[in-house]
Nanobody, 118 residues
Framework: VQLQASGGGLVQAGGSLRLSCAAS????????MGWYRQAPGKQRELVAA???????NYADSVKGRFTISRVNAKNTVYLQMNSLKPEDTAVYYC???????WGRGDYWGQETLVTVSS
């Protein structure tokens, strides 16, 4: 299973970015999928994710500014980030819990850097 993430970059405060993450491989089903981030000197934290039950979870710091969406047929999730703040600067990681022929696995995409300038 591979997670291919894209969409990071440099943006001014108040701007927007959209992250994409597509899961591919021998996937029976995607149990949960979403985005985490890690800022310098801080622990990795949940940003937004779809749970196994289909609901969404957001970090309090991004509620009202970020929106997670998905296209199930493509095993793809998107993170629309609006009204970006310098404190959103971090390395973002896509995560998916996937059922394959070998069982359940937890997978991470590559680093996607988001830099918000003030």
């Amino acid at each position: 299973v591979q997670l291919q993430a894209s969409g990071g970059g440099l943006v001014q405060a108040g701007g927007s970015l959209r992250l994409s993450c597509a899961a591919s491989g021998s996937i029976f089903s995607v149990n949960a999928m979403g985005w985490y981030r890690q800022a310098p000197g801080k622990q990795r934290e949940l940003v937004a994710a779809f749970t196994s039950g289909g609901s969404t979870n957001y970090a309090d710091s991004v509620k009202g500014r970020f929106t997670i969406s998905r296209v199930n047929a493509k095993n793809t999730v998107y993170l629309q980030m609006n009204s970006l703040k310098p404190e959103d600067t971090a390395v973002y990681y896509c995560n998916a819990v996937v059922h394959t022929g070998w069982g359940r696995g937890d997978y991470w995409g590559q680093e996607t850097l988001v830099t918000v300038s003030s």
